[in-house]
């Protein structure tokens, strides 16, 4: 009887030591190669420009960069992350979309008008806010770095203010990207100040 409870103690312990595993994506938006590892795991390699997603164990990390100094991070399994070896700059570009032709004066009632600070530069019509420079940014957006952004959500997605008829669509995107789709839309409603 002593065994059996013994067994079912250690297996027990087991189960609850095991690590979940999950993707996580890892952006290299440089024009250098990038190596990362974590904890013991075989050394990962990201050419210049190139983005992957790749399972790891989550939990307690120790995050290494060009064989630099381990990191120490704690990876929760409930939440999703970017790693951003490089230390680059990201923006959470936010997008309204009106259900009916009085949303946009509501929302524009509600919150003025578009405005983001990029750097020293000041933008009208565009709405972007910065990320923290960080090795591990958790999500916060609707559509990642190599998804398209759409207009239509899964409804659990969707945030519907309180019945003001427009909802935000949320993308996190490079600083580059950011500026070149800036100045590619050539729209007037787009001042730099």
Known sequence: MKNVML??????CFIACKKVEKNVEIDNPSDKVVTISFNDQPEITLQPKEFKKVMIPFGDQKIVVNRGKPVEVYLDEKKNYLINPTYEEYYIKKVPYFMDYRAEDNYR????????????????????SPLPKALVIQKQWDFGLEEEMTKYLQ???RNINGGQNFYVSKKIIRFNDILEEILMEKKEEFIVK
């Open 155 to 157: 409804p659990q997605s």
């Open 109 to 128: 009632k509600q919150y003025g008008d578009m405005k983001s600070k990029i750097r020293d530069m000041e933008f009208i019509g565009v709405d972007v």
């Open 7 to 12: 067994l079912l103690l250690l297996l027990c």
